[in-house]
């Protein structure tokens, strides 16, 4: 590793590079507040100064649990989390006990928090209610240490929160040329960011939005690594079958 590290410029490594003189101050974009649209999975928990009561309104067990700013939940056959949840309907609403449908679409999730906590004064003495959407999720791949698909639990990340759960870029990454992949109108646009300079805080990719996949490109470094690996390995095999045949025959 130190002879690799060795061979790396600290340009292409140190993040967040810049004129000190001109460069101080960066304006960024405004923070990206998700709209919850058909399909989404929404998590609602309710409390009330009558928690019995509440409970009526919690039908799905509290199955999602926030670690170190991560979100974890049961896994099912194809690794994928399970999100226990309310269905955002095709036409935009959820279905949630005693009150009934409840459009959200095109709502954020503090103003549904919001309309569903209004509702709910009919039935519970001040009534709190928090919401969560389920389908906010990440996908970190590449030259990473932990490439993974991660859930959003407020709504709300940066580029570079999503490459720290990643556990950041591997010293093979390249920091210069970190594509982001964007879905959005049915097609998908795909933005190239170097997060060693300033100017990544002014991108409109800075803030990631639902199901964005961030790769990080391996470097020559790490081609060359692999194809040294490769060149090697043969020998490798052929020393060793050849060392167990010496054994086998002295036996």
Same mark, same amino acid.
């Given at each position: =590793?130190?002879?690799?590290?060795?061979?790396?410029?600290?340009?292409?490594?140190?993040?967040?590079?810049?004129?000190?003189?001109? %460069?101080? /101050?960066? !304006?960024?974009? %405004?923070?990206?507040?998700?709209?919850?649209?058909?399909?989404?999975?929404? &998590?609602?928990?309710?409390?009330?100064?009558?928690? %019995?009561?509440?409970?009526?309104?919690?039908?799905?067990?509290?199955?999602? =649990? #926030?670690?170190?700013?991560?979100?974890?939940?049961?896994?099912?056959?194809?690794?994928?989390?399970?999100?226990?949840?309310? $269905?955002?309907?095709?036409?935009?609403?959820?279905?949630?006990?005693?009150?009934?449908?409840?459009?959200?679409?095109?709502?954020?999730?503090?103003?549904?928090?919001?309309?569903?906590? %209004?509702?709910?004064?009919?039935?519970?003495?001040?009534?709190?209610?928090?919401? !969560?959407?389920?389908? /906010?999720?990440?996908?970190?791949?590449?030259?990473?240490?932990?490439? @993974?698909? /991660?859930?959003?639990?407020?709504?709300?990340?940066?580029?570079?929160? #999503?490459?720290?759960?990643?556990?950041? #870029?591997?010293?093979?990454?390249?920091?210069?040329?970190?594509?982001?992949?964007?879905?959005?109108?049915?097609?998908?646009? /795909? #933005? !190239?960011?170097?997060?060693?300079?300033?100017? $990544?805080?002014? &991108?409109?990719?800075?803030?990631?939005?639902?199901?964005?996949?961030?790769?990080?490109?391996?470097?020559?470094?790490?081609? @060359?690594?692999?194809?040294?690996?490769?060149?090697? =390995?043969?020998?490798?095999? @052929?020393?060793? &079958?050849?060392?167990?045949?010496?054994?086998?025959? @002295?036996?």
């Amino acid at each position: =590793m130190g002879a690799v590290t060795g061979c790396v410029s600290a340009k292409k490594i140190v993040y967040f590079q810049g004129d000190m003189e001109t %460069e101080n /101050f960066v !304006r960024m974009p %405004e923070p990206y507040v998700p709209l919850i649209k058909a399909g989404d999975v929404l &998590s609602i928990q309710v409390s009330s100064l009558n928690a %019995e009561a509440a409970t009526f309104f919690n039908p799905y067990t509290a199955m999602v =649990m #926030a670690t170190n700013g991560r979100i974890t939940q049961p896994t099912n056959t194809n690794g994928l989390p399970e999100m226990s949840g309310y $269905l955002v309907t095709p036409d935009g609403k959820i279905d949630i006990p005693m009150i009934g449908a409840v459009r959200v679409s095109g709502l954020t999730t503090s103003q549904t928090r919001e309309v569903i906590r %209004e509702k709910l004064k009919v039935y519970l003495k001040e009534p709190t209610v928090n919401v !969560r959407n389920l389908n /906010f999720r990440v996908s970190v791949l590449g030259e990473v240490i932990k490439p @993974s698909l /991660f859930t959003v639990p407020n709504d709300q990340i940066t580029l570079i929160e #999503a490459l720290s759960l990643a556990g950041d #870029a591997t010293i093979y990454g390249r920091r210069d040329n970190v594509l982001v992949i964007r879905e959005e109108n049915g097609q998908k646009t /795909f #933005a !190239r960011l170097d997060i060693t300079r300033r100017t $990544l805080f002014r &991108s409109a990719y800075y803030y990631l939005h639902p199901n964005d996949i961030v790769y990080v490109e391996p470097g020559k470094a790490r081609v @060359s690594s692999a194809d040294r690996f490769y060149q090697v =390995m043969p020998a490798i095999l @052929s020393a060793l &079958s050849f060392a167990a045949i010496i054994l086998t025959r @002295s036996y």
